[in-house]
């Protein structure tokens, strides 16, 4: 945990963010692309399947999958205060014991985290400057699906990335905010027998694929 970038999430991503979250999602359920994501995965069936779920923040992923069936859940996330609020709301709703948490950077662990059926990583990879590392270490351990939330590249996304990273460098944060092309990373995914099954827009800014072995 001592790369700047994990520092930066814990920073940015902190208790009282994690707090926020988790009190909308009890009031109001998933929202905006986290709920695209749901539902398309919910639509290509879950139920027995096991769930590898990559910065998960408050575990909104894991909580509704295990409603509609899932037998078993991976949690691994850089912020601590992501990690303890989806431990809380999983132990609330009774799933904590079919439930694994990790701390930390996924790429550093990820010799550690073992294969899931369906892989996750909702807003992640954005978050992440070794985006090659990250989507196939993370591709390696899906035996069936990979469904991923993920900036739409373009100069419109670029010239957001670039103000919101100066922002958070004049603030001495260390965190930064990645748009990476959508033809790498489909790139990545295709090399390893993945082909796309679903595919949403939400907003300006995200996409929402899932992507199947073929």
Partial sequence: MACPQCCGIERVFDQKTA??????????????????????LRAGGVEGLSLLDIGGGVGVIQ????KAGIKAA????ASSSYLAAARSEAERLGHAG??????????ELAAEIGSADIVTLDRVICCYPDMQALVSLSADRARRVYAVVFPRDGWLMDLASF????????SRNQFRFFVHPTAQIEAILGARGFERRS????????????FARA
């Fill in 19 to 40: 707090e926020r979250e988790l009190s909308r999602y009890r009031r109001k359920g998933p929202e905006g692309s986290t709920r695209l994501l749901i539902d398309a």
């Fill in 63 to 66: 909580h509704e999958l295990f």
């Fill in 98 to 107: 079919l439930t694994a948490f990790h701390h930390g950077n996924f790429v």
């Fill in 199 to 210: 595919y949403r827009t939400h907003g300006l800014i995200w996409q929402v694929i899932v």
């Fill in 74 to 77: 991976t949690d691994v996330d």
């Fill in 163 to 170: 103000f919101g990273n100066l922002m958070l460098r004049l």
